[in-house]
C-alpha cells in the first residue's frame, strides 16, 4: 500500500513538474550574427535578416544595410568584435524591413544614405507583393519618429572617401524595387548586390515598390557589365557564401527564362494561376510557390 502511495506521489508530482515547464515562457535564444571576414577591413555580418557589409575606414565605420526589427544592437556588438571605431554611416540597399529596420538602433548622428527612390519608399514601408498572405508591415521609421530614415539620397551614383576607402554607390535601373543600390568596394574589387541577386532563387519583383519583371534581366546585363571589368567577389543579400560574376551571368539566364515561360503562357491564353501553378524552376534553382504567382502577375500587367 505504501509503495502505492509513493508512487502515485511521483507520478503526481512528474506530472505537475510537466503542467508547470508547459506553462513557462520559451527561452528566447539570442540573436547571432555571423562575421566572416573578406578583408582586413571588409566583413559580411550574416543572420537576422539581410547580409551586411562592414567596411572599416579611416574615419569609421559604414554599414551597408541592418537587419530586421531587434538586429540592430546585436549586429552593432558584432561590429565591435572587429573594430572600435565608431559607425559613421549607414548604406541601405532598398527598401524592405529584413535590410532597414535596424537603423532606429544606431547612434543618431549615423548618417544613412540611399537611392532616392528607395528614401521614399522607406517613409511608406508598404509591403513587398510577394508576401503570403501580403500583410501591411510595421513602419518602423513611422514607429520611431522618423528616425533612421535616410537624410542623404543619390540618383545615379554617388562616390564616398577615396583612395583605400573609397565606395561608390551606383544604380543600374529597376529589378527587386525602383531604387536597389549596388555598393561597390573598388580598393577590395568587392560588390554588394543585396537582393537584386539572390543566388540561385526565383528573385522577388516587387511591383509594390517599383520592382521590375519584364525589364528585371536587362538591369542585370548591365551590373554584369560592370562586374566583369570591376568586381572579382559579388555579395548576395542572403546566401552564405560569397558568388562570382560567371554566376550572375547564369542567373540572368534563369530569370529571362523564367520571363519568357510566363509570356509563353499569357500569349497561349493561359491564366496567371495556371502558367503559376505550372511552371518549376530548372535543375539547381528554387522557387517559392508565392513568389512564382506574385511575379507572374507583375509580368501579365508588363506584358501587352
Request: hydrophobic share 40%; net charge positive; with cysteine.
Amino acid at each position: 500500500m505504501k509503495r502505492c502511495l509513493v508512487l502515485a506521489a511521483v507520478l503526481v508530482s512528474g506530472a505537475a513538474s510537466i503542467t508547470v515547464a508547459a506553462l513557462q515562457p520559451p527561452v528566447s535564444q539570442p540573436n547571432v550574427i555571423e562575421i566572416d571576414k573578406l578583408k582586413d577591413n571588409l566583413y559580411v555580418m550574416k543572420g537576422g535578416g539581410g547580409n551586411s557589409s562592414v567596411f572599416i575606414t579611416a574615419n569609421g565605420v559604414v554599414v551597408v544595410d541592418t537587419k530586421n526589427p531587434g538586429w540592430g544592437q546585436p549586429l552593432l556588438d558584432a561590429i565591435r568584435k572587429v573594430t572600435n571605431r565608431p559607425v559613421t554611416t549607414i548604406i541601405n540597399t532598398h527598401t524592405h524591413g529584413d535590410h532597414v529596420s535596424g537603423n532606429v538602433d544606431f547612434a543618431d548622428n549615423v548618417e544613412v544614405i540611399a537611392h532616392e527612390n528607395t528614401a521614399a519608399n522607406m517613409k511608406q514601408m508598404r509591403p513587398n507583393s510577394s508576401a503570403a498572405p501580403n500583410p501591411n508591415p510595421p513602419n518602423i521609421f513611422r514607429d520611431h519618429n522618423g528616425k533612421g530614415l535616410p537624410k542623404r539620397t543619390f540618383s545615379d551614383r554617388l562616390t564616398l572617401g577615396r583612395g583605400s576607402d573609397q565606395i561608390d554607390l551606383m544604380y543600374f535601373g529597376r529589378a527587386h524595387t525602383n531604387g536597389d543600390a549596388l555598393v561597390f568596394f573598388p580598393a577590395h574589387r568587392v560588390l554588394h548586390l543585396a537582393d537584386v541577386y539572390p543566388g540561385t532563387e526565383l528573385p522577388i519583383m516587387d511591383s509594390n515598390n517599383g520592382g521590375a519583371g519584364v525589364g528585371y534581366a536587362d538591369t542585370l546585363v548591365r551590373i554584369s557589365a560592370f562586374a566583369e571589368k570591376s568586381a572579382d567577389v559579388l555579395v548576395n543579400g542572403h546566401r552564405n557564401t560569397t558568388s562570382t560574376n560567371a554566376d550572375l551571368k547564369d542567373f540572368i539566364q534563369f530569370v529571362r527564362g523564367y520571363v519568357k515561360d510566363v509570356q509563353s503562357g499569357k500569349a497561349a491564353g493561359r491564366t496567371v494561376d495556371e502558367v503559376a501553378a505550372s511552371w518549376k524552376p530548372p535543375s539547381g534553382y528554387t522557387a517559392q510557390a508565392p513568389r512564382v504567382r506574385a511575379n507572374a502577375q507583375l509580368i501579365f500587367n508588363e506584358t501587352r
